[in-house]
């Protein structure tokens, strides 16, 4: 590989004026940067990012922490993807680069993201998977290391985060129901300490007293945000004892096994049990009849996550100077025929 003492010597120039021509220095004049940028060009030099971090003591990268595995992201390469790619859009324009840092199901969150901090191979991070009480934060504020969170949590002070508007998530597809006439309304929620689900439970719950139903323990139906989950949802939700009469799948993967359950039992959505999904998305674009779901713009959201994140860092907050810290994503309800009205 081409080092820069190889470079240098290929110019017949110093080190020292390859390296300041290389960093954009004031103190060498612009024909011999020009001769230097175009010489390292052909020649395929790549500076040592290693070497340059440990002297400028920033890494120009910012890590995104996912969990891997479809007990904890189901099927969301259709979420994440769009996500990795407009928050490369946005740290490209300052120089930076995307480290994804998968977590698998069988690693301590915590251990996993304690080792990361430890090897200093990023300037910021993007936290997703927010528990409601969740060390991950508490960590990075103690470090005094920039981030964001995709979640809100109980833990920390007063953090940067962008949620999905779970609240309005709950509220208007109870409100829709209620409208529609149906009065035993069940939900699925995650079987985990994800914060995203005791939000979506506590205003479920508050939604049923606003429309003047009652809160039934048994309705909060839990499963892991996969097609298998929603099979065991269905299969539970055929069992109960008084069967409701519409469903809110917290996670829109699990329409695709809960009408498979419904339609094996003879039942069809929308006619006999009305449901609505989470989010639109590809795995649910051609179910049959079409699913209520949210409409939400993922572009915008990793811009968002991008620009929050470099609006805390002192190299970059000036570029985004009027960014908000805390906000909650707008979501908007598409009707479709599996909301159906109650049969009386």
């Excluded at 985060?161 to 609240?167: G, P, Q, S, T």
């Excluded at 009652?214 to 097609?227: K, Q």
């Amino acid at each position: 590989m081409l080092n820069i003492k190889m470079l240098a010597k290929e110019l017949g120039i110093s080190i020292g004026t390859v390296s300041r021509a290389l960093n954009g220095r004031p103190d060498v004049n612009a024909e011999t940067r020009e001769r230097v940028l175009k010489a390292a060009d052909r020649l395929g030099y790549a500076p040592n990012q290693s070497g340059r971090s440990l002297r400028q003591g920033t890494t120009n990268a910012i890590g995104f922490m996912i969990q891997t595995g479809r007990e904890a992201m189901g099927e969301s390469d259709s979420f994440f993807m769009p996500l990795f790619n407009s928050v490369q859009t946005v740290l490209e324009e300052q120089g930076m680069d995307l480290i994804v840092l998968t977590c698998s199901t069988h690693q301590d969150p915590e251990a996993y993201l304690r080792r990361v901090v430890s090897r200093h191979i990023v300037d910021g991070l993007i936290l997703s998977a927010t528990l409601r009480v969740d060390p991950r934060i508490t960590l990075l504020e103690k470090r005094n290391i920039p981030f964001v969170t995709l979640g809100r949590s109980e833990s920390g002070r007063d953090h940067p985060w962008i949620d999905l508007d779970f609240e309005h998530f709950a509220r208007s597809s109870v409100a829709r129901l209620a409208e529609l006439g149906h009065r035993r309304i069940a939900i699925a929620a995650p079987a985990s300490d994800l914060n995203l689900g005791f939000v979506f439970v506590d205003t479920y719950r508050q939604a049923l007293a606003e429309h003047g139903l009652a809160f039934d323990p048994r309705l909060v139906l839990r499963g892991i945000p996969t097609e298998e989950g929603g099979l065991e949802i269905g299969k539970a939700f055929l069992a109960l004892e008084a069967r409701p009469d519409a469903i809110i799948l917290v996670n829109e993967v699990l329409a695709l096994g809960f009408y498979r359950v419904l339609q094996d039992a003879g039942l069809m959505p929308g006619r006999d049990v009305a449901v609505i999904g989470f989010k639109e998305s590809p795995q649910t674009r051609f179910l049959t009849p079409s699913l209520t779901a949210f409409r939400m713009s993922l572009h915008e959201l990793g811009t968002e996550l991008a620009r929050t994140l470099l609006a805390t860092m002192p190299a970059y907050m000036n570029a985004f100077p009027d960014q908000p810290r805390q906000r909650l994503w707008p979501m908007q309800m598409v009707h479709g025929e599996s909301e159906g009205k109650a049969r009386r």
